[in-house]
T-cell receptor, first 119, second 114 residues
Framework: DAGVTQSPTHLIKTRGQQVTLRCSPK?????VSWYQQALGQGPQFIFQ???????QRGNFPDRFSGHQFPNYSSELNVNALLLGDSALYLC??????????????????FGSGTRLTVV | AQKVTQAQTEISVVEKEDVTLDCVYE???????LFWYKQPPSGELVFLIR??????QNEISGRYSWNFQKSTSSFNFTITASQVVDSAVYFC???????????FGSGTRLLVRP
């Protein structure tokens, strides 16, 4: 049973360019969250997608956008890359059952991330 | 505002020593959930434990134990008889009942030397 799959594993981009990162959730999961982890820091929440819509967003500029597909996979797009966007981008999948209050945060499965370097 | 503080940036111990990782959190919510995750060098975050704010019972799982104290807003993690394989970065995290966002601390890097 595959866990969360992220691609690519590493990426080098130039300032000003655009990048797309991809995430396939764990089998049976329907919700995808994205986190940015700068070197030596804890992950920071970017946004969460459920039913192909952005359900909650963290404190990130509009340059960060996403999409969720009918098969629950997701993309993270970052436009006009800055040096400060260099980080490990983590995808987490989960399930949102009916009455999801008790499930909050439970069962988040993280991928190994995409290491983005902006030069 | 919600915040998680892990004051210990790095801890180094010799194998078989016990080690405690500290976590202090801030929230005004009455319902919230606390977590510990382990991040090995491969990068993925591995879930260790989840506690809700209504359950202050300490929990033990093998060599791992957790001490949740609402009076001091702390959720500390102890590894007994540490092993080299425990070397990793450990994160404490909080999620509010009204949110889907995990709020992480800055992490504690644990190095267990043989």
């Amino acid at each position: 049973d595959a866990g969360v799959t992220q691609s690519p594993t590493h990426l080098i981009k130039t300032r000003g360019q655009q990048v797309t990162l991809r995430c396939s959730p764990k089998s049976g999961h329907d919700t995808v969250s994205w986190y940015q982890q700068a070197l030596g820091q804890g992950p920071q929440f970017i946004f969460q997608y459920y039913e192909e819509e952005e359900r909650q967003r963290g404190n990130f500029p509009d340059r960060f956008s996403g999409h969720q597909f009918p098969n629950y996979s997701s993309e993270l797009n970052v436009n006009a890359l800055l040096l400060g966007d260099s980080a490990l981008y983590l995808c987490a999948s989960s399930n949102t059952p009916f009455g999801d209050r008790e499930s909050r945060g439970y069962g988040y499965t993280f991928g190994s991330g995409t290491r983005l370097t902006v030069v | 505002a919600q915040k998680v503080t892990q004051a210990q940036t790095e801890i180094s111990v010799v194998e078989k020593e016990d080690v405690t990782l500290d976590c202090v959190y801030e929230t005004r919510d009455t319902t919230y959930y606390l977590f510990w995750y382990k991040q090995p060098p491969s990068g993925e975050l591995v879930f260790l434990i989840r506690r809700n704010s209504f359950d202050e019972q300490n929990e033990i799982s093998g060599r791992y134990s957790w001490n949740f104290q609402k009076s001091t807003s702390s959720f500390n993690f102890t590894i007994t008889a540490s092993q080299v394989v425990d070397s990793a970065v450990y994160f404490c995290a909080l999620i509010r009942d009204s949110s889907y966002k995990l709020i992480f601390g800055s992490g504690t890097r644990l190095l267990v030397r043989p």
